[in-house]
């Protein structure tokens, strides 16, 4: 599966962007998706997860009340809705996939993830 982030900006703190990760190359629904984040000069982390289910979330607490994941297999596409952002927010943002174990699995460290999308700059101002 090959992935495609977008949706990423500056955008000044406390306002909201969302990014979108489309999918091509395989059916989408197979796959379970996360965010990982990577701020300058640290490591990635994965901030929001979605089981191949879509039933089963995941968040990192600096992102929990403020992002929400989603997905709309019918557009092979996964989205990562922020709102309240902060300046410690700023990370090259991407989405990543991986065939899940068990279809309500979510996967929580990078190195759970196969396929990676090429990443999109969000930048927040204060």
């Known amino acids: 599966v090959q992935l495609q982030a977008s949706g990423g900006g500056l955008v000044q703190a406390g306002g909201s962007l969302r990014l979108s990760c489309a999918a091509s190359g395989r059916t989408f629904s197979n796959y379970a998706v996360g965010w990982v984040r990577q701020a300058p000069g640290k490591e990635r982390d994965v901030i929001a997860a979605i089981s191949q289910s879509g039933d089963n979330l995941y968040y990192a607490d600096s992102v929990k009340g403020r992002f929400t994941i989603h997905r709309d297999n019918a557009g092979n596409t996964v989205y990562l809705q922020m709102y309240s952002l902060r300046p410690d927010d700023t990370a090259v943002y991407f989405c990543?996939?991986?065939?899940?174990?068990?279809?309500?699995?979510?996967?929580?460290?990078?190195?759970?993830?196969?396929?990676w999308g090429q990443g999109t700059l969000v930048t927040v101002s204060s």
């Open positions: 990543a996939a991986r065939v899940p174990g068990f279809f309500r699995y979510v996967y929580t460290t990078p190195r759970d993830y196969a396929y």
